[in-house]
């Protein structure tokens, strides 16, 4: 039986699991409303509407909030500090993530921080964490 805190794809977010997996960021978009929303659902939570389609999101977002999980995660297979943020999309829905590839420190994980998706193994999954733009190419703040 898989850990209850590891995520089981559906139906409805079948597609979001499967663009992760290969590093795409695939949301659900209203064709009445045009509205993207998230998490993936079988109605659209603006207008009610059952005509769901999927877009490829740009993968840039902002740091909106965050608290700093301190106590070892056995789940992450991580003995230090880890980020649980709030993050706001460009394409406009906020998700809670994890921002990785920077110190877990109030003075690295600033609000309004630019972020890019970056795509974790996790368990038999490929699940969506943010990085601060530039951290790849050594930019980011203090990776």
């Known amino acids: 039986m ?11 977010t079948r597609p979001y699991w ?13 064709r009445r409303c045009e509205q993207v929303f998230f998490p993936p659902t079988a109605i ?5 509407s059952n005509q769901i389609g999927w877009v490829t999101a740009s993968g840039e977002a902002t740091l909106y909030s965050y608290v700093i999980h301190h106590r070892p995660l056995k789940l992450w297979r991580t003995e230090g500090p880890r980020s649980v943020a709030l993050v706001q999309l460009a394409e406009g829905p906020m998700l809670v993530s994890s921002v990785v590839n920077c110190p877990q420190t109030p003075d690295a994980l600033q609000l309004d921080m630019p972020l890019r998706a ?8 490929t699940v969506l964490c943010f990085e601060p733009v530039g951290a790849a190419d050594g ?4 990776a």
Do not use: I, K
Not at 2 to 12: D, I, K, W
Not at 18 to 30: F, M, S, V, W
Not at 139 to 142: A, F, I, P, T
């Open 118 to 125: 970056t795509f974790e193994p996790f368990d038999e999954l």
């Open 18 to 30: 499967e663009g992760l997996a290969e590093h795409r960021l695939d949301l659900p978009r209203c």
């Open 2 to 12: 898989p850990h209850p805190l590891v995520p089981v794809p559906t139906p409805e």
């Open 139 to 142: 930019e980011g703040s203090g």
């Open 44 to 48: 659209c939570p603006h207008c009610a």
